[in-house]
């Protein structure tokens, strides 16, 4: 190649016309045709020195130069480079004088970024950053398609096309000649690669090639650009409590760090609503806000607007930031002006929110942490007197690296603090010692031993009609036991079989709950397979179960190559009935109710969960779960859910409800999607949904229809539309 290059080099500079054939095999040649400095091209230098010249070559299988007027002419898989830039052609004439480059026969510009320009005719300069171009077709980073009769290059990064049309659609490979899902036609676009944004001036937007809207004027980003400001998809609908409404979100990219997003809202029957949201990453961690806004007339439990106009709105956050390589601190916010609203704009279906402010650290095995809580009810039976301020709640637990008796030791602490408005006030302070043996004998059999020793103090101040009543009040809790395990495996048959029978034994000492001590932390409490096992079942400390007792189940399962099976079922006993426990929970008699779970995962797509308990004395179920999902990407997916819950305090009526969701593909790119959930206690529905999508490679359009049964005060049973659409790689 080297010869090649020299006998080349030397027939231009003597020879007033030559023709120059590639040698035998013909083999392309290289010609530097001339060099410029790179300051005279910053975009294409590249950040390269300015001194170092940057060189125009041409590759070609036969070029022609005539020196009279210093044309050459090349032919046969033409390709010129000038920095970064690539053209290649079937056939191209360049003029030294002028410094222009024509090239016709499928002729391409590749851009550093991925970006190629082709037409049938280009007529560029040298440093291909000027010129016009018939015929063209931009694709974008391998995915937006523009196309236009004409367009003229400027500036190395300006694209001014006529008569164009875009698109992020890729060609039907049975007729190429079919519209798009999706385009956009314009008289005149702009496509500045620099800024990474297409304009579009006097637009026609059509879907499948029928015109639907007319724009003036229109912007949006390059597929693979960086975020950028602008508007989002809208939200179009209709509600019975709203009416018609639409939101237009727009998205501030203001800073790599942080960004808003604010997203005015029209309502036909409340009228405007703003809502926004604020993200931001800091050099030790990151936090985000979401609120929304509206002033008018309240309305009451029936839905009638009240006289005076208020402010109204919401205000969620979130936030963690790292403190050292220990500590780190963060919050969680969630606030609303009034009970229903979340529901009333669709912004959240919480019934109780929680605010909480908290410092933690974790070394090694140890943690500590201080924690802040604030709830706000939103249910109608909540009193907001009576909800409780929880400032602070502390937890520590040291685990040292040493053992202790040959077994893991650990000491934990605990201290809260519980606030009203109306009624009784907590404190409380608690401390564990605890230790844990494993042991794995040489049969296989798997034995803990365990042994706790628990100290608490509570101090109780009740403010009532009659005046304020206080109680201090202590106790100590020592416990300790052990827990046999026996795995069986057998590997028959090509899969893995598991049995393995369970026995645990505790020891403590009866008593230990009195009525002077409230029970705040314990009073949620459900008794399932997740527990059986726990040497205290309560979720808290202020309750704690009593009396020595063992608690027995097994476990059997089968694991296959894609899935398995697995199944476990146990049961509690003790001498003497726990008062601590309620009735309800299956705890309190000698013979607990039986727990147990049933799974069935035959692959990785379909799963079926079997969850209950049942009375051990009349053998019904007191508390029956189901839940079953089947999943296909490219076809269907499938939820459905049964569940049954028998009164207990905290649920004085039978719950038993199912809900169903999931989407089809009925035809090509078109999904069918629904949901429903109905109280079978009740014989009512609750909710059902419905939908309908087309979505493929481009874009995705639908339109869901939702009716909720239940009211809430304000918040009548209503029904609603809501209509979407998504271009896929248009920011």
């Known amino acids: 190649m080297t010869v090649a290059y020299r006998l080349i080099t030397v027939l231009l500079a003597t020879c007033s016309s030559a023709s120059i054939a590639a040698a035998a095999g013909h083999a392309p040649l290289l010609i530097p045709l001339m060099s410029r400095s790179a300051s005279e091209d910053p975009a294409a230098a590249g950040g390269t020195d300015e001194k170092k010249p940057q060189e125009v070559l041409i590759r070609a299988d036969q070029m022609t130069y005539d020196a009279n007027t210093s044309v050459v002419t090349a032919e046969g898989n033409v390709e010129v480079s000038y920095g970064p830039r690539t053209l290649s052609a079937e056939k191209l004439t360049y003029d030294q004088k002028t410094r222009i480059v024509v090239a016709e026969g499928n002729a391409t510009i590749r851009e550093a970024n991925g970006t190629t320009l082709s037409g049938n005719r ?153 809502k926004g949201e604020w993200r931001q990453r800091t050099q030790t961690g990151s936090y985000n806000f979401q609120a929304s806004g509206r002033y008018g007339k309240p309305r009451d439990r029936f839905g009638a607007e009240q006289d005076e106009e208020t402010l109204q709105g919401h205000l969620f956050g979130r936030g963690r930031f790292q403190i050292d390589e220990v500590w780190r601190w963060g919050y969680d916010a969630q606030l609303t002006s009034n009970d229903t609203y979340l529901k009333r704009y669709d912004i959240s279906s919480l019934d109780r929110l929680e605010n909480n402010l908290f410092i933690e650290g974790i070394d090694g095995r140890s943690y500590a942490s201080v924690n802040g809580w604030y709830f706000q009810g939103l249910r109608e039976t909540d009193d907001p007197g009576t909800t409780p301020l929880v400032l602070p709640l502390v937890d520590i637990e040291y685990v040292p690296d040493e053992t202790v008796l040959g077994g893991r030791f650990a000491l934990h602490g605990n201290a809260l603090y519980l606030h009203r408005g109306e009624g009784q006030d907590t404190a409380r302070v608690s401390s564990t010692a605890s230790w844990k043996l494993p042991l794995t004998t040489t049969g296989g059999h798997l034995v803990t031993f365990f042994a706790n020793l628990r100290a608490d103090a509570y101090h109780v101040t009740d403010t009532g009609p009659s005046g304020t009543d206080e109680e201090t009040v202590g106790r100590i809790l020592p416990w300790a036991g052990a827990e046999w395990r026996y795995p069986l495996v057998r590997t028959d048959w090509g899969w893995k079989q598991i049995i393995e029978p ?190 309908i999508s087309y979505e493929d490679d481009c874009a995705e359009f639908g339109v869901d229809f939702r009716r909720r049964f239940t009211r809430d005060r304000d918040i009548e049973p209503a029904s609603s539309f809501l209509f979407t659409f998504r271009l896929k790689g248009v920011n």
């Not at 980073?141 to 006529?162: D, F, I, K, Q, Y």
């Not at 079919?178 to 990474?196: D, G, L």
């Not at 049942?614 to 997916?637: G, H, K, L, M």
């Open 122 to 274: 280009i007529e560029v300069t040298d440093d291909m950053r000027e010129g016009v171009i018939e015929s063209l077709n931009v694709m974008i980073a391998g995915r937006g398609h523009l196309a236009a009769a004409r367009a003229t290059r400027t500036g190395g990064s300006v694209l001014t096309l006529e008569k164009a049309g875009y698109t992020t659609c890729k060609p039907c490979k049975e007729d190429p000649t079919k519209a798009p899902t999706w385009q956009i036609k314009a008289f005149r676009v702009i496509y500045n690669q620099e800024k990474a944004r297409v304009e579009y001036e006097d637009a026609f937007f059509e879907v499948f090639g029928v015109p639907i809207a007319y724009l003036p004027y229109f912007s949006h980003s390059d597929p693979e650009a960086p975020r950028q400001s602008g508007f989002l998809v809208p939200g179009i609908g209709h509600s019975s409590d709203l009416g018609y409404f639409v939101e237009v979100p727009y998205y501030f990219a203001l800073d790599p760090s942080y960004d808003l997003l604010l997203a005015p809202m029209y309502t036909e029957e409340d009228g405007p609503l703003l």
């Open 502 to 691: 369970i026995v645990q034994i505790v020891g403590a000492p009866y008593g230990g709950n009195p009525d002077e001590i409230p029970n705040e932390d314990s009073a949620a409490f459900e008794f399932d397979e997740t527990n059986l096992f726990s040497f205290n079942k309560f979720p808290g400390l202020d309750r704690w179960e009593t009396g020595p007792r063992v608690n027995a189940g097994v476990r059997a399962a089968a694991y296959f190559d894609e899935g398995f099976v697995e199944a476990i079922l146990g049961q509690s006993y003790r001498f003497h009935e726990d008062n601590a426990f309620a009735e309800e929970t299956g705890l309190r008699n000698q013979q607990s109710d039986y727990v147990g779970r049933l799974t069935i995962q035959p692959d990785g797509n379909i799963r079926l969960v079997h969850r209950f308990r049942i009375d051990q004395s009349a053998a019904r179920f007191e508390r029956n779960e189901v839940y079953a999902e089947a999943y296909d990407p490219d076809f269907y997916s499938f939820k459905a859910g049964y569940v049954l819950l028998e009164p207990d305090p905290l649920l004085p009526d039978q719950r038993e409800e199912v809900n169903v969701a999931g989407s089809i593909q009925a035809l090509e790119n078109i999904w069918l999607r629904g949901s429903g959930r109905r109280d079978l206690a009740g014989d009512e529905m609750i909710e059902s949904k419905f939908g």
